[in-house]
């Protein structure tokens, strides 16, 4: 991340980062780490997330929204504060309730493979709702 001086910072804002087009409905904000993928995942109303695995170790909370998820043989109806963990390798799915959803997840070792993805140009995120200043 780049501050005011265009030094690197510590600090950023979803509204900053251009988000990763990952499948039809479903957009990836990334902050990358050294170790760990940290990503705010905007779902459109019903997007889905096709079955696949990967290496990386992932684990999440629903923010806002529904979303039904499976986890290997495991299927659940999450709401917002829903939480999951899914092991490296383990083969997973998701659809979007019928007002979107937003995840927060977390990816260790980091998504290398999203570094190759499309990009759009930075904008207002689906989440955080912002109430004002301190």
């Not at 993805?117 to 689906?126: E, H, N, T, V, Y």
């Amino acid at each position: 991340m780049r501050d005011d001086a265009g030094g690197v910072s510590a600090f950023g804002d979803l509204a900053g980062i251009g988000p990763h087009v990952v499948w039809p409905g479903v957009l990836g904000r990334v902050v990358a780490g050294e170790r760990v993928t940290f990503v705010v995942v905007e779902l459109d109303p019903h997007a889905v997330v096709p079955e696949h695995a990967h290496e990386n170790e992932q684990t999440g909370v629903l923010a806002a929204g529904l979303m039904r998820l499976r986890i290997g043989d495991e299927q659940r109806e999450l709401e917002a504060g829903g939480t999951w963990h899914i092991p490296a390798n383990v083969p997973h799915e998701a659809t979007a309730g019928p007002d979107g959803a937003v995840a927060v997840e977390v990816f260790a070792p980091p998504r290398r493979d999203w570094e190759a993805l499309r990009r759009r140009d930075p904008s207002s995120p689906a989440w955080p709702v912002r109430s004002g200043r301190l």
